[in-house]
């Protein structure tokens, strides 16, 4: 059974930075694409960054310049570096691999870590 786990939340105040992980257990093979997605209170699930087996690479307008994703040269971790951050960027992050060109119910999802950003 493949799994997503994520490390590397916690609280920062405004400015600062923090580096989120997701390494993968079982069978990816053929995955298309791996991304962070956010959820803030009351708010809808947004993509924040994902990038693909081709090398595309998409940002939320709110996190350009600010926010990287990268991935391991074995496909199987993915990484968000998050820097100067704001209160706004507030949220449980998610990361998402998925098999795709769209999202489908077969993506696979991690369990959801805590970002607090106080100002």
């Known amino acids: 059974q493949v799994q997503l786990v994520e490390s590397g939340g916690g609280s920062v105040q405004a400015g600062g930075s923090l580096r989120l992980s997701c390494a993968a257990s079982g069978n990816i093979f053929g995955i298309f694409a791996m991304g962070w997605y956010r959820q803030s209170a009351g708010k809808q699930r947004e993509l924040v960054t994902e990038?693909?087996?081709?090398?595309?690479?998409y940002y939320a307008d709110s996190v350009k310049g600010r926010f990287t994703i990268s991935k391991d040269m074995d496909g199987r971790a993915v990484h968000l570096q998050m820097n100067s951050l704001k209160p706004e960027d507030t949220a449980v992050y998610y990361c998402s691999f998925r098999w795709g060109v769209t999202p489908s119910q077969s993506d696979l999802w991690g369990q959801g870590i805590q970002v607090t950003v106080s100002s």
């Open positions: 990038t693909t087996s081709g090398g595309a690479t």
